[in-house]
């Protein structure tokens, strides 16, 4: 006793080498974080909030399961970036076995392109003189980039940018197989697939059909089958490509909600899920194969907000409102560590808590974790990711992508 | 016409000193518009969509008026930065006749007092350590700033850090005359009011209220009757303090919906409203003192989007998505321009576009302008805003505390 009493006085300072916790500046923080240099027990009472956090252990465990599952299922992994928007995360997927990253956008793809992500697939088409430009810039800088396409004028457009630049490009036929853009199936899509087929400068890499009315159908079941009735035609599309004596080797889909639906279907060779490194209360609610609650993957991601005004005993205000969390969801958001407590929108900047139920006392200073409505427009909100583990800060991760729809 | 057709020749290069249109690559349109210079004929054609675009003629005449109606008042105008969090309209606003400009957070008002902005109004109680650092230094960098409290530990809390730096904080009672943060009106907010009469390093500036509740209320006359009962009590509250021997001079409220209700009620001296800039469909749909539409002020905010695919011919779909608009309200985007067609949310990235009766053909590539369901929040989704007229871009003003809740 007397001899580690010893040993702990002697090795007291400086603190933060022990492990110990000191209070640190608001300048300091700043400073250990933007440089990525966190040193000792910066905990996540001293983020200045609302702020995104990112709990580590869930985030690794959800990537390796979802490694894993591609693995065994042998079929590619390519992650949607739009979920996260960050070139660390997609590069922190690369080294677990991904193939590269999605990008909702031009701007998105180009984003990861600069932090050095390659692999990248643009899901949307790219339309107009400028971004054709732009385009062409991102096949230079990585030329395994395959980008949509779903009509044959931007299939001719992309053709003559090609040829003056001299380079060829990747396409996947963008396939209508759910509600929202893409070429008809079948025929429509065989012609577009022959249109590429004559053209110099551009390759047909394979076919891109997200079913984004499959993904967030409730029950396993029903989900399944309308998956199955989604993603059929595209399987049978690539066939009939084939058929037809063009190569079509290449089929990507699938969603956080059908990944181990879709990669029981033949014909539909990689799969790119976003939400499941981070889980939301949306996804928690479609259901999962052995339970009412969606739980394959943690919920790793949470809003930590600040108390800031209690003007009565049922209620209780914090910092995070409309601009804090996402909206498009029917409900609001949900806290991780308080029972029979309600938010309510409160506003840009706040949110009202009914805590008349609270299973704790909440006062003003209280530091209080938000599961998300709808992960994808909550990460777009803000401008880092935190990483924490348990109560520990380890750094913070830029979303650079945030905002960049164009 | 022979003579004019040479003059014509004759100067026809360069093109853009004649105001001929001509096409710009991606590099010189972003190159002109991050530097400010933009020269010549540089139209909506040219930005990268999505875009958040302001009409500038709307804009102004939309500040000319508030700003007449506050001196014909005789109420000061503070206009809320929460709504724009761009330095550059609060300075337009200030020289128009604005005092200042109001922040929601901290951190806006970091980002106006950095780029030249004073006259400052934080509106959310300042808790917690390093948010008092920050405010000690805002309070050094520009000493009018006032910050609001409805606790009294928070006045002792902030009393000892402007003792420390030997500085003295103006403070604002923050009242809770709606459904949100503050102090009880009457005696709690007097105790308040005593309480900050008695430290030494404060200074009671006056009274914060805002009424949340009052600036939506449907129908002119039924907004009037709700905000009355609403504002009445921080009147009488302001009185109650002043007899009892303590300086408040001023009394800050109102909003775009009750801005001229509230400037008829005695003893109101400042109105703090912020949408009135931009409008948006949310206040279009309350109800002006003179019909259904409140048109008090003009719609100068829109979203820009192209068509990106058109599957089949009852739906085409834009790039503006869950990301590109604000989704709180239960209505969706409205296309400016375009009867009869219905905007569908169609994720992150999408806008299903119903055109099946639609005033005119809707075409890939087509670029078409939204008003938003709520402006804030939807202006939080962007980094620049495009200045326009009628057809010309006159260039970008950075949205420098985009995505600054803290």
């Known amino acids: 006793m007397q001899r580690r009493h010893f040993v702990g006085t ?27 240099e966190v040193r000792g027990r910066l905990t996540k009472d001293e983020i200045a909030s609302p702020a995104l956090l990112l709990d580590m252990d869930a985030f690794e465990a959800n990537v390796a399961k979802m490694a894993a599952h591609c693995k065994q299922q042998q079929r590619a992994l390519r992650p949607h970036g739009k979920t996260h928007k960050c070139p660390d995360i997609a590069k922190a997927m690369i080294r677990a076995g991904a193939v590269g990253a999605c990008g909702a956008k031009l701007g998105e793809a180009e984003v990861f392109a600069a ?27 990585q030329p395994d980039t395959i980008f949509s396409v779903d009509n044959a004028q931007n299939v001719n457009d992309l053709d003559e940018a090609a040829g003056a630049a001299r380079i060829r490009l990747n396409l996947a036929i963008d396939l ?21 087929d004559r053209k110099k400068h551009l390759r047909l890499h394979g076919i891109q059909a997200y079913a984004g009315g499959a993904s967030h159908v409730t029950g396993f079941e029903a989900r399944q089958r309308r998956s199955l009735a989604d993603m059929t035609p595209a399987v049978e599309t690539r066939r009939l490509i084939e058929k037809n004596g063009i190569s079509c080797p290449w089929l ?35 259901g999962g194969k052995s339970g009412p609650v969606y ?25 995070g409102g409309l601009k804090a969390f996402s909206t498009d969801k029917p409900f609001p958001p949900v806290a991780k560590d308080i029972e029979g407590m309600i938010y309510h929108w409160g506003g ?55 905002g960049v729809s164009q």
Request: net charge negative; hydrophobic share 40%; glycine share 8%.
């Open 348 to 402: 840009d900047e706040h949110g009202r808590l009914d805590v008349s139920n609270a299973s704790r006392e909440v006062k003003i200073g209280d530091r209080i974790e938000f599961m998300v409505p709808h992960c994808d427009p909550s990460v777009n909100l803000y401008d880092r990711i935190y990483r924490v583990r348990g109560d520990q800060v380890e750094g913070v991760w830029r979303i650079a992508a945030r």
């Open 10 to 36: 002697l090795f007291a300072a400086p603190a933060v080498l022990k492990g110990a916790k000191r209070s640190f500046s608001y300048a300091e923080v700043e400073r250990m974080l933007v440089t990525g």
């Open 252 to 286: 990507s889909g699938g969603s956080t909600g059908t990944y181990n639906i879709d990669s029981e279907i033949d014909g539909i060779t990689e799969l790119q899920p976003g939400s499941f490194i981070f889980m939301d209360i949306d996804y928690n609610r479609i």
């Open 115 to 141: 932090n050095g992500v390659s692999g990248l697939l643009v899901t949307t088409a790219v339309i107009g003189k400028h971004k054709i430009e732009r385009a062409i810039d991102l096949a230079r800088k």
């Open 176 to 196: 209508f197989v759910s509600n929202r853009t893409g070429i008809i199936p079948g025929e429509p899509a065989l012609a577009l697939a022959q249109h590429i």
């Open 295 to 319: 739980q394959d993957f943690q919920n790793s991601l949470t809003v930590l907000t600040t108390v800031v005004s209690k003007p009565n005993d049922r209620q209780a205000v914090v910092d």
